[in-house]
């Protein structure tokens, strides 16, 4: 049986509330690991808390104590531009860990790790593209991450000029220098939760719907041959 990680920052709802068969529950440290089974896909999903450290450390949980083949993330996000609206699902084919800053040590540029040729950190390529054919209308996107909420419409449009980026969020970074350290691939799902212009308020009162319809896409993949 195939074995897949889901890893879950904040909408935890969304999947326990799921079609999903459920298996069992066990506790690692602090961290909640759901098992569930589909199509005969055993799927064991990370429920990490917000942040980059805690996402990491549940990225290596799933790598190294399951041993999971790949792991999907999904979760809600800030859009940088105003052409990302809300309701939109994206998958994300660059990440910039935009708070990351040795500048002055190695004369790397802001948001570059040493061990990167530049600050744009390419996702899974074969599941990025076999999510594109199983869903077309999904948005591929480049995605700042860092340990910071962005509610300001100044600061959004900072970082997406600075960065060349068009969402933001608080997890994606940690889990893909993780990732790349295995050589485990990671698919990045996204749905919109706040706008240029929104903020704080708007994330708050579409936080269950848009957690609800990012998670739709990810029962449509894991339906398909995604996993095939």
């Known amino acids: 049986m195939k074995r897949i990680g889901l890893l879950v920052a ?51 949980i799933l790598i190294s104590l399951y041993q999971v083949e790949f792991i999907i993330n999904f979760g809600i996000v800030g859009a940088l531009t105003e052409e990302i609206g809300l309701e939109q699902v994206c998958v ?38 076999k999510a594109l054919q199983i869903i077309p209308n999904l948005k591929k996107v480049n995605c700042a991450s860092g340990p910071k909420f962005v509610s300001t419409s100044e600061e959004k449009m900072r970082i997406s000029k600075q960065f060349g980026c068009d969402i933001v969020e608080m997890e994606a970074a940690g889990i893909l220098l993780t990732a790349n350290m295995h050589d485990i691939g990671v698919l990045f799902i996204k749905g919109i939760s706040d706008t240029l212009h929104g903020g704080a308020e708007e994330f708050g009162e579409m936080f269950e719907k848009s957690s609800d319809d990012c998670f739709k896409i990810i029962m449509g993949l894991l339906n398909s041959n995604l996993t095939k």
């Open 10 to 60: 904040v909408e935890i709802d969304s999947v326990l509330k799921s079609d999903f068969t459920y298996i069992k529950k066990e506790q690692v440290g602090k961290f909640d690991i759901y098992f569930y089974e589909m199509n005969d896909t055993q799927i064991i999903v990370a429920h990490s808390g917000a942040g980059q450290v805690k996402a990491a450390a549940a990225t290596e």
């Open 92 to 129: 994300i084919d660059h990440i910039v860990d935009y708070t990351f800053d040795t500048s002055e040590a190695d004369n790397c540029e802001v948001g570059r790790h040493y061990e990167y040729p530049s600050i744009y950190m390419k996702t899974d390529e074969k599941l990025l593209e």
